[in-house]
């Protein structure tokens, strides 16, 4: 499994609120059961989004989304089972919004 690629959400229960999560979690750790994600979900749903570098935005089929890097969570590998793209461009994006998470700088 590649670090920084989207997947789709596979459970129905969540997928319309958050219907793609990010793998970022190392691929030197790819023996264990689980991965670490960040969820997205559509622009549209949040009503402001005054912590931009937290929570990067996307396009995807020209729709605009937000990774919601304060609900990292982790997932079992066989939810990651239908990749869409890479966002390895967003990667310094998404590791600043991981470290402000953490450290708040």
Same mark, same amino acid.
């Given at each position: 499994?590649?670090? #920084? =690629? !989207?997947?789709?959400?596979?459970? &129905?229960?969540?997928?319309?609120? /958050?219907? /793609? #999560?990010?793998? +970022? %979690?190392?691929? $030197? $750790?790819?023996? $264990?059961?689980?991965?670490?994600? @960040? &969820?997205? =979900?559509?622009?549209?749903?949040? *009503?402001?989004?005054? @912590?931009?570098?937290?929570? &990067? %935005? +996307? =396009? !995807?089929?020209? *729709?605009? #989304?937000? !990774? !919601?890097?304060?609900?990292? =969570?982790? +997932?079992?590998?066989?939810? $990651?089972?239908? &990749?869409?793209?890479? @966002? *390895?461009?967003?990667?310094?994006?998404?590791? *600043?919004?991981?470290? @402000?998470?953490?450290?708040?700088?």
């Amino acid at each position: 499994m590649a670090q #920084f =690629t !989207l997947y789709e959400n596979q459970n &129905p229960d969540s997928k319309e609120t /958050y219907p /793609y #999560f990010v793998d +970022v %979690q190392c691929n $030197l $750790l790819d023996s $264990l059961n689980s991965r670490l994600v @960040i &969820p997205l =979900t559509q622009h549209r749903n949040l *009503e402001k989004t005054n @912590i931009n570098n937290l929570c &990067p %935005q +996307v =396009t !995807l089929n020209d *729709e605009s #989304f937000v !990774l !919601l890097t304060h609900q990292m =969570t982790n +997932v079992p590998m066989s939810a $990651l089972k239908s &990749p869409v793209t890479t @966002i *390895e461009h967003l990667r310094g994006e998404i590791l *600043e919004a991981i470290d @402000i998470l953490i450290t708040g700088i």
